[in-house]
C-alpha cells in the first residue's frame, strides 16, 4: 500500500487547513485497516491526531479539542484531514499512515507534507 499526503504547504493562522492522503495499492475500507493522521513538529515527537477506520468510525486527540475532521472518498480511495482554527506551533510534517487494528506498527506511511502556518 501507498499513501501520497498533499496540502497547501502554507497557513495563515486561524484558517483552516485541508489535506488529502491518496491511497494505491490497496482499499481503504478493507477490513480491520485504520487510516491515521499523525505530525511531527520541528524539535518534537510525533503528535497522533486521530483516524477513521475501514468501517467509517473517527476517533480524534484529545488534545484538538474537537477542531478537527477526518474523513473519506471510498471511490477516490482517499481520505482527508480538516483542522480549523490553526496555530503557528502547529507547523509540521503532516503524515498519514495505514495499521492493521491487531498489529501495533503502521504499516505504511506516506512521504508527509509539510504545513507552515504563518501570515
Known amino acids: 500500500v501507498q499513501l501520497r499526503e498533499s496540502g497547501p504547504g502554507l497557513v495563515k493562522p486561524s484558517q483552516t487547513l485541508s489535506l488529502t492522503c491518496t491511497v494505491s495499492?490497496?482499499?481503504?475500507?478493507?477490513?480491520?485497516?485504520?487510516w491515521t493522521w499523525i505530525r511531527q513538529t520541528p524539535g518534537k515527537g510525533l503528535e497522533w491526531l486521530g483516524y477513521?477506520?475501514?468501517?467509517?468510525?473517527?476517533y480524534y486527540s484529545p488534545s484538538l479539542k474537537g477542531r478537527s475532521d477526518i474523513s473519506r472518498d471510498n471511490a477516490k480511495n482517499t481520505v482527508y484531514l480538516q483542522m480549523n482554527s490553526l496555530k503557528p506551533e502547529e507547523t509540521a510534517v503532516y503524515y498519514c499512515?495505514?495499521?492493521?487494528?491487531?498489529?501495533?506498527?503502521?504499516?505504511?506511511w506516506g512521504q508527509g507534507t509539510q504545513v507552515t502556518v504563518s501570515s
Open positions: 495499492g490497496g482499499s481503504i475500507i478493507t477490513n480491520y485497516y485504520y
Open positions: 499512515a495505514s495499521k492493521l487494528a491487531i498489529v501495533a506498527e503502521f504499516s505504511s
Open positions: 477513521i477506520s475501514y468501517s467509517g468510525s473517527t
